[in-house]
């Protein structure tokens, strides 16, 4: 297996990141299943949640998708660029990056074929200043702001947007293309939830009728994320916009576990221990001695810390699993996890000789021994880590640095399924 990571080197860095297309496209499918009827935007915005943006990207294409989403221009120009690489045509490969700015470059997002959000009129004025710039008119989804009050257009503000998207699109600077926007409470079911959910649908509809009344018709409407997918079908509109599931993981795991869902993690991050050792009972364990040893005990070092995306709030909370030469060890992290390492409790070492070594022959784990982190079912997810750390499984994915070698398993084009 061939890891690499953002230097295009994998040998030096110990812990690695296996990623199972195969998953992705599996879970592209369920996600699928679900909203029949509306065209799949994958959402590979931070890296593909830390998956990796092209080949993620390519496998969601190779599974399907219809469309790909990010979040900055920047992961745009970069994803398209590894798209044309690969030699993806641009029409198969329609972009939406959705966060504008004052100092974006459309005129290179119009160069890219890349569809661009817009919010509000000063964005309108500057697409349509790159757009003449280029020469093209510049693809555009209008965002509705539906009570996530991040970014769209409010609906007050919005007859002037549509008006003067309206007079863009008379000139030809502007293919108004979608009409969109998100929502906040599609994964929470209770009865605020839903209502939550059911106002964005109210707000959305008077938004689009507010468009229509400008005599704007976007081709492509769009509202739902992965929680809208999986339970607001009225929410799937033209087009809907997986990211959590599409990489196996629930919105929330205590509506539904990933299993439930029949979604697979596609991600596990593992590291072999570089120590196995015995501490003596009462001794502390890293920064501060937050955990200190019950009785004597045998403890292992894991390669991996907060400087890596693995988060300190977990410390003394997360598990992991170490597969050993006698099977699988379940071990909890003990102590505060370092910027490059953590400690695991591999149980009581009280039988042991006074000096012993990992390689007496008695250790209950070796040097070298894999580390799961998370991956899927049934060794530890990163749901557990999330619990663990009073986050969401989310920030766990995405935190992972760029820097920890991935390698990719599970192509769709490799013959006899084994990674190259
Ligand atoms: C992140 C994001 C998504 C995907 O959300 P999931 O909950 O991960 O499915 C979709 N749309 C927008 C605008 C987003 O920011």
Same mark, same amino acid.
């Given at each position: ?11 030096? #860095? ?20 679900? +909203?029949? %009827? ?10 593909? #949640? ?69 919010? /509000?009129? /000063?964005?309108?004025? %500057? ?13 555009? @989804? ?49 009865? +605020? ?8 649908? &109210?707000?959305?509809?008077?938004? =689009? ?20 997918? =999986?339970?607001?079908?009225?929410? @799937?509109?033209?087009?809907? &916009?997986?990211?959590?599931?599409? #990489? ?42 937050? /955990?200190?040893?019950?009785?004597? &005990? ?13 988060? &300190? ?71 557990? /880590? ?35």
């Amino acid at each position: 297996m061939t890891f690499t990571n953002e230097h295009g080197q994998g040998r030096d #860095y110990p812990s690695r990141a296996v990623v199972d297309l195969a998953a992705i496209r599996h879970n592209l499918g369920v996600l699928r299943a679900a +909203a029949p %009827d509306a065209l799949q935007l994958a959402t590979v915005k931070a890296n593909a #949640y830390g998956h990796g943006l092209v080949p993620v990207a390519l496998a969601a294409l190779e599974g399907g998708a219809d469309w790909l989403g990010v979040a900055q221009l920047a992961e745009a120009f970069t994803l398209r660029k590894g798209l044309d690489e690969a030699g993806v045509a641009r029409a198969d490969a329609p972009l939406l990056a959705w966060i504008s700015t004052s100092s974006s470059d459309f005129a290179a997002a119009i160069e890219s074929d890349i569809d661009v959000s817009v919010s /509000w009129t /000063w964005v309108l004025a %500057d697409i349509c200043a790159a757009a003449r710039q280029v020469g093209r008119p510049a693809r555009v @989804h209008v965002k509705i702001d539906t009570g996530m009050s991040r970014a769209g257009s409010t609906l007050a503000d919005l007859p002037a947007l549509a008006s003067a998207l309206r007079m863009a699109a008379d000139e030809g600077l502007v293919d108004v293309v979608g009409a969109w926007s998100h929502m906040s409470r599609a994964d929470d079911p209770t009865e +605020a939830g839903n209502a939550s959910t059911a106002n964005h649908v &109210r707000i959305f509809e008077e938004g =689009l009728a507010i468009l229509a009344d400008a005599g704007i018709t976007p081709r492509i409407r769009h509202l739902a994320a992965t929680s809208g997918i =999986l339970w607001h079908p009225e929410t @799937h509109y033209d087009m809907v &916009r997986a990211g959590i599931g599409l #990489y196996g993981l629930s919105p929330d795991p205590a509506v539904a576990s990933s299993s439930e869902l029949g979604l697979v993690p596609a991600l596990t991050l593992t590291a072999p221990l570089t120590s196995v050792k015995v501490i003596e009972e009462g001794t502390p364990a890293s920064y501060g001695g937050t /955990w200190i040893a019950p009785t004597r &005990r045998w403890i292992g070092l894991v390669p991996l810390g907060y400087g890596d995306g693995i988060l &300190r709030a977990a410390s003394n909370r997360a598990r992991v699993t170490v597969h050993t030469a006698s099977g699988p060890l379940d071990a909890p992290q003990i102590g505060r996890v370092c910027m490059d390492q953590f400690m695991i409790d591999l149980g009581p070492a009280d039988g042991e000789a006074d000096t012993p070594t990992a390689r007496s022959g008695q250790a209950p784990a070796a040097v070298g021994d894999l580390a799961v982190l998370f991956g899927a079912d049934p060794s530890p997810m990163a749901d557990d /880590w999330a619990r663990a750390a009073n986050t969401i499984n989310y920030e766990i994915v995405t935190n992972l640095g760029a820097h920890i070698p991935r390698a990719y398993i599970g192509d769709a084009d490799a013959t006899d399924g084994t990674p190259s």
